[in-house]
């Protein structure tokens, strides 16, 4: 004859899986909580944090650039190019306000980088991109590469561009390209997207919130 358990050890089960029901409800709303705090930020924050692909580009140094360049680093990448009338010289400039007003923790600052990702390699050698990346801050890095790789990382990033082509008599053109700003975390991933930087002081305190959330 089959011995039944006996109460004490029912009595032992319901108490596991009460502990493991009250840890999961814990840890739900913990979560809920954690993303209560980001609610009204001037970024879309991503529910997941996106991996970033393999890529090879080149920095201003004419050194190689890869997604492992990407690591270690809180990083602000905006793409554009050097010859933009209007919109990249702004956010360069607006991204040289928020770099400033990190300086709140200094400890952060030193680990944020801002990176100008050209999507016009043909004018864009190196050298210029660190002419023009410099200007508004020596802490940033201009980078570039092929057209083939360019096109892998804007692709991957959500970049649409488009380069025109030249008036007549001119070898200048315009190139049309999507305006965010994409922070990419320590470990390689998009993290957030801000659609608008004009207010440096709102995307730096979203920022630390960003950081404090995922390193939670």
Same mark, same amino acid.
């Not at 954690?34 to 879309?44: D, E, F, K, V, W």
């Not at 923790?105 to 190196?126: E, G, H």
């Given at each position: 004859?089959?011995?039944?358990?006996?109460?004490?050890?029912?009595?032992?089960?319901?108490?596991?899986?009460? +502990?493991?029901?009250?840890?999961?409800?814990?840890?739900?709303? &913990?979560? #809920?909580?954690?993303?209560?705090?980001?609610? +009204?930020?001037?970024?879309?924050?991503?529910?997941?944090?996106?991996?970033?692909?393999?890529?090879?580009?080149?920095?201003?140094?004419?050194?190689?650039?890869? @997604?492992?360049?990407?690591?270690?680093?809180?990083?602000?990448?905006?793409? &554009?190019?050097?010859?933009?009338?209007?919109?990249?010289?702004?956010?360069?400039?607006?991204?040289?306000?928020?770099?400033?007003?990190?300086?709140?923790?200094?400890?952060?600052?030193?680990?944020?980088?801002?990176?100008?990702?050209?999507?016009?390699?043909?004018?864009?050698?190196?050298?210029?991109?660190?002419?023009?990346?410099?200007?508004?801050?020596?802490?940033?890095?201009?980078?570039? &590469?092929?057209?083939?790789?360019?096109?892998?990382?804007?692709?991957?990033?959500?970049?649409?561009?488009?380069?025109?082509?030249?008036?007549?008599?001119?070898?200048?053109?315009? #190139?049309?390209?999507?305006?965010?700003?994409?922070?990419?975390?320590?470990?390689?991933?998009? @993290?957030?997207?801000?659609?608008?930087?004009?207010?440096?002081?709102?995307?730096?305190?979203?920022?630390?919130?960003?950081?404090?959330?995922?390193?939670?």
């Amino acid at each position: 004859m089959r011995k039944r358990p006996s109460r004490t050890l029912a009595f032992k089960l319901v108490i596991v899986l009460l +502990g493991a029901l009250m840890f999961y409800i814990g840890y739900y709303l &913990g979560h #809920v909580y954690q993303r209560q705090r980001l609610a +009204g930020l001037s970024a879309t924050v991503m529910q997941e944090p996106q991996p970033t692909q393999p890529f090879n580009l080149v920095d201003q140094n004419g050194k190689p650039f890869t @997604v492992d360049d990407l690591k270690g680093h809180w990083n602000f990448l905006f793409f &554009g190019y050097t010859h933009c009338p209007d919109v990249c010289p702004t956010a360069m400039a607006e991204l040289t306000q928020v770099y400033n007003r990190i300086a709140e923790r200094p400890k952060l600052q030193k680990l944020t980088r801002a990176i100008f990702i050209s999507v016009d390699p043909a004018r864009d050698t190196p050298a210029k991109l660190k002419q023009f990346v410099t200007y508004f801050n020596p802490e940033f890095l201009g980078v570039t &590469g092929s057209d083939a790789e360019i096109k892998k990382v804007t692709h991957q990033f959500g970049i649409f561009f488009k380069r025109h082509a030249p008036k007549a008599d001119s070898k200048d053109y315009a #190139v049309d390209h999507t305006a965010v700003t994409t922070l990419v975390d320590p470990q390689g991933r998009t @993290v957030a997207i801000f659609s608008s930087i004009s207010s440096p002081a709102q995307v730096a305190q979203d920022f630390f919130k960003i950081v404090d959330y995922f390193q939670s």
